[in-house]
């Protein structure tokens, strides 16, 4: 099997660390002055490994092997959430291109390609999974006109006109170059850190579904307006929460979670009774039944509390990304090469948190690889994983490639 440096691996990521560095994290936004350094730092890195280099219309960056047959596309992203850390995206960039060489490198598997990429705005500076989604064709121009950045509200198409990618093409899958694609990626969690665990051979990724609740009641004063007459949506809303909490409990999975993100009461004011009040609820599971059972619910307590009044209430759906299953026989290949490097330490998980994999996987079959996040942290300057389990697994990564190419 092609054996990778983990000295060239180590100085990638740390020369990636220096770009837009914060604290010991880094702060990269999508098509920020220093996420665009890291971008052509990139382009460069390929090149340098023999890889054909460019960067689309949308800011994907895409490295081509020369190598003849079906090719594995492995990556990630680069950019980051603000002042978050160092490792969540950038680590499955590195490896991609780590494996890329790894397998040049070797005579063995010098016939063998990775394309390399680095998918624009995982994080969703300016929208949901716009890189990824572009290249498998889901994403139309009309999107990019209505995309905004959610903290600066500058439009995409001009980010992209002042990048200078503006007018270039955006790539897509190309029809048989492919035989699946290749995702590693800080876990974000505790799960293998506490069991003692090397790497996570991801089994699905989450279902990300996401509401805007809105309560319209009556705006008043707050001390001559007795209890009997208030129309008061903040505590409608309050209750609201408390209800959905209560009725999600007992229709969950092992693996769902729930949030309220955000409760606003307009005006906001100690001695108003607010006229309005909204909030972001946001579920995740990896199963679609869960995630059905959940949003039923989610409407059965607004159609009940709409009801019993005093205020009314309206839900709005803003997103529902589809839980993705990660491929059956690359889940093997990842074990199989973590039986060799880190024996008894790799263990099936399913993804708590959404990635680009689960957009390619519609378009190919898809794996993904986790290695230990120090203390769980994530989107978070704190975040860490030690270099010897950066290198480790680099090794399994690489070589599951191999063995997948092989066979």
């Not at 680590?91 to 990429?117: K, N, Q």
Request: with cysteine; charged share 25%; glycine share 10%.
């Amino acid at each position: 099997m092609p054996a990778i440096n983990p000295d060239r691996l180590l100085g990638d990521l740390y020369a990636l660390r220096r770009i837009g560095a914060y604290k010991t994290g880094v702060h990269r936004p999508t098509l920020s002055p220093d996420d665009l350094v890291s971008r052509q730092w990139l382009v460069e890195r390929m090149k340098e490994a023999g890889l054909d280099a460019e960067i689309d219309g949308i800011a994907n960056v895409l490295g081509k092997s020369r190598a003849g047959g079906r090719k594995i596309l492995a990556g990630s992203h680069i950019e980051s959430q603000n002042h978050a850390g160092w490792l969540d995206g950038a680590l499955g960039v590195i490896y991609a291109l780590e494996a890329a060489r790894a397998l040049r490198d070797d005579p063995s598997t010098r016939d063998l390609g990775v394309d390399v990429i680095a998918f624009c705005d995982e994080e969703g500076h300016f929208g949901s999974y716009l890189g990824s989604r572009s290249f498998i064709g889901d994403v139309t121009e009309a999107e990019i006109d209505r995309a905004r950045d959610r903290t600066h509200g500058r439009m995409m198409r001009d980010a992209l006109q002042q990048a200078g990618y503006a007018g270039r093409p955006r790539l897509t899958v190309e029809p048989g170059r492919y035989a699946g694609y290749f995702e590693a990626h800080i876990e974000q969690g505790r799960t293998l850190e506490t069991a003692q665990l090397k790497i996570g051979v991801v089994t699905a990724i989450v279902g990300l579904w996401d509401y805007r609740l809105k309560v319209t009641g009556h705006q008043n004063h707050a001390g001559t307006t007795t209890m009997a007459e208030r129309r008061d949506a903040g505590m409608t809303l309050i209750r609201l929460i408390a209800a959905i909490d209560q009725k999600f409990k007992q229709l969950t999975g092992p693996r769902s979670v729930w949030t309220c993100g955000r409760i606003e009461f307009d005006p906001g004011a100690p001695s108003v009774i607010p006229g309005e009040a909204r909030a972001l609820l946001q579920f995740r599971d990896p199963d679609r039944a869960i995630l059905d059972r959940l949003e039923a619910a989610l409407h059965a307590e607004v159609v009940a509390f709409n009801a019993a009044g005093p205020c009314s209430i309206a839900v709005e759906t803003i997103r529902q990304s589809k839980p993705a299953v990660m491929d059956e026989k690359f889940q093997q290949a990842i074990e199989a090469s973590a039986a060799i490097h880190a024996p008894g330490k790799a263990t099936r998980m399913p993804s708590g948190a959404g990635h680009d994999a689960q957009h390619v996987a519609r378009a190919m079959p898809a794996a993904m690889l986790f290695v230990p996040s120090i203390d769980g942290i994530s989107h978070h300057w704190a975040e860490n994983t030690s270099d010897e389990d950066i290198v480790l697994g680099a090794r399994v990564f690489t070589d599951a490639i191999a063995s997948v190419l092989k066979g």
